[in-house]
């Protein structure tokens, strides 16, 4: 059981927004900045989209978005393409298992 | 560029250890923090520690702490992570990977897939 907790899935039409959550602790998410999020299509190698909480790697599309409030990160998805459909993953740096800890993942489906 | 390259496909007994490489190519990884990280048959992904390419020095996850070693040969920009006493739960895929440009994993190897069956 993961200590950092997102949705199974969550879903957009084209052109929307939506917002991954990764909710976790005091002694990970709402302390540390070393959070990244990671996109993952079928059968693929992850892609990291986000890390240290907002930053985004060149060549990651501006339509990806990173952010924290108190315990919780998000990851949030502007102007949703067909592409975008994939699972996600956080990943965060904890004191609670020896260094890092994924979340659970999230489904997203573009419907 | 930094490219990570796993050692190809294993098929192991329950019980048995099992050794996963990943070699850099493109540029030498020597002080490259590299991480394991695991995804069993249709589940998430798992971490499971980091090794210090040069070092040696190495950071277990709890769940692996009993059963993972992770070491580092320099001279051919090569670590290794080793799984003793496999079980059927250890049939995954499993990955390296670094962070190169910041402090994301932004290099993954392509993954070795582990099939862990009597």
């Known amino acids: 059981q993961s200590a950092l907790t997102q949705p199974a899935s969550v879903s957009g039409s084209p052109g929307q927004s939506i917002t991954i959550s990764c909710a976790g602790s005091?002694?990970?998410?709402?302390?540390?900045?070393?959070i990244s999020w990671y996109q993952q299509h079928p059968g693929k190698v992850p892609k990291l989209m986000i890390y240290?909480?907002?930053k985004r790697p060149s060549g990651v599309s501006t339509r990806f978005s990173g952010s924290r409030s108190g315990n919780t990160a998000s990851l949030t998805i502007s102007g949703l393409q067909a592409e975008d459909e994939a699972d996600y993953y956080c990943?965060?740096?904890?004191?609670?298992?020896?260094?890092?800890?994924f979340g659970g993942g999230t489904k997203l489906t573009v419907l | 560029q930094v490219q990570l390259v796993q050692s190809g496909a294993e098929v192991k007994k329950p019980g048995a250890s099992l050794k996963v490489s990943c070699q850099a190519s493109?540029?030498?990884?020597?002080?490259?923090?590299i991480h394991w990280v695991r995804q069993a048959p249709g589940q998430g992904l798992e971490w499971m520690g980091w090794?210090?390419?040069?070092?040696?020095?190495?950071n277990y996850a709890q769940n692996f702490q009993d059963r993972v070693t992770m070491t580092t040969d320099t001279s051919i920009n090569t670590v290794y992570m080793e799984v003793s006493s496999l079980r059927s739960d250890d049939t995954a895929l499993y990955y390296c990977?670094?962070?190169?440009?910041?402090?994301?994993?932004?290099?993954w190897g392509q993954g070795t897939k582990v099939t862990v069956s009597s």
């Open positions: 090794i210090n390419s040069k070092s040696g020095g190495t």
């Open positions: 240290d909480v907002y």
């Open positions: 990943l965060s740096y904890t004191t609670s298992s020896n260094y890092l800890v």
């Open positions: 990977a670094t962070a190169v440009e910041g402090e994301g994993l932004d290099v």
């Open positions: 005091s002694s990970d998410v709402g302390t540390y900045n070393l």
């Open positions: 493109g540029h030498t990884f020597s002080g490259y923090y």
